[in-house]
Structure formats: C-alpha cells, structure tokens
C-alpha cells in the first residue's frame, strides 16, 4: 500500500503555475516532516522545500521566492505551489517523509519515506 502519492504534474509554460499535492499516510503526516524533492533530466537528486509537522518552512534558495509548501491536517496532504515556473524547473517530483536528521536537513538520505514521483515540464 502506497503511503506518499503524489499529483498535480503536467506541462506549462513558462511563467505558468502548478500546484503539486501528496496525500500521505496519517502516521506519516503527523509524526514528520515532509520534503519535495526534484530530479531533472541528467541531474542528480535535489531538495526544493520542506515542513515540519509544526509547520515550519524551509526551500531552497533557487525556489524560496516562487514555490510555496504547506500542508492540510484535514486532508493528510502536503501541496507545492509553484509559481513563476522556469524550464530548469522541468523535473520529476517527489514527495518524501524525513525520519532523522536536523530541523532543516536537506539530505534526501535522512528521508525514509518516498512517492512515485510526478513529472513537471516547463516548455513553450
């Protein structure tokens, strides 16, 4: 059984919008943070932005101005906003719950928990 599922990829254009959603497990939800992470084509594996059950936020520096993550206790959801979108943006991406490590680890290996992956594609 799935625990991270994510949606919401597509094709845009740039300057265009996405919001990615990750329905996730209750137990996953409430006891960690969740992270999206991106992985485009030839390039390694790569944080975007995270929260913790608390609700703090951290991104990285290159999308702290135009991706947005929150979550929805209601729903088990975590969302990525995405704003602005650049083709360097073109990535699949991947929901993941953080297991260890610091409030603001960006290291994909102190998350245990990961999704299928969503593909984004910025293209005119």
């Known amino acids: 059984q799935a625990q991270l599922v994510e949606s919401g990829g597509g094709l845009v254009q740039p300057g265009g919008s996405l919001r990615l959603s990750c329905a996730a497990s209750?137990?996953?939800?409430?006891?960690?943070?969740m992270g999206w992470f991106r992985q485009g084509p030839g390039k390694e594996r790569e944080f975007a932005a995270a929260?913790?059950?608390?609700?703090?936020?951290y991104y990285q520096e290159s999308v702290k101005d135009r991706f947005t993550i929150s979550r929805d206790a209601a729903k088990n959801t975590v969302y990525l906003q995405m704003n602005s979108l650049k083709p360097e943006d073109t990535a699949v991406y991947y929901c993941?719950?953080?297991?260890?490590?610091?409030?603001?680890?960006?290291?994909?290996?102190?998350?245990?928990?990961w999704g299928q992956g969503t593909q984004v594609t910025v293209s005119s």
């Open positions: 993941a719950g953080r297991t260890r490590g610091s409030v603001r680890s960006k290291n994909q290996y102190d998350y245990a928990y």
């Open positions: 209750r137990s996953i939800f409430n006891n960690y943070a």
């Open positions: 929260i913790t059950p608390g609700g703090y936020k």
